[in-house]
């Protein structure tokens, strides 16, 4: 299974599949065998990069779709 970034309404980004997050350093974050997290988008949680839920108590608010990114420079 390849990784499944999801952008949630007014939330997280749920990060589901094979994945690995690292620290500035290159340090691989031990996730104790999870398939899914979800990362704060809000910048307001007691436990980044991780989501603690704080954005609903914050009111952040973010709607995102889909859409096409502009073609690469080159």
């Known amino acids: 299974m390849g990784t499944k970034i999801t952008v949630r309404k007014n939330g997280s980004y749920r990060v589901e599949g094979d994945f690995v997050i690292e620290d500035a350093d290159g340090n ?12 704060c988008r809000c910048g307001h949680s007691k436990d980044k990069p991780f989501c603690d ?10 709607e995102v779709t889909a859409r096409t990114l502009a073609p690469i420079k080159s």
């Open 53 to 62: 839920g704080t954005h609903k108590i914050v009111g952040f608010e973010s």
């Open 28 to 39: 691989a974050f031990d996730l104790s065998g999870r398939t899914a997290v979800s990362l």
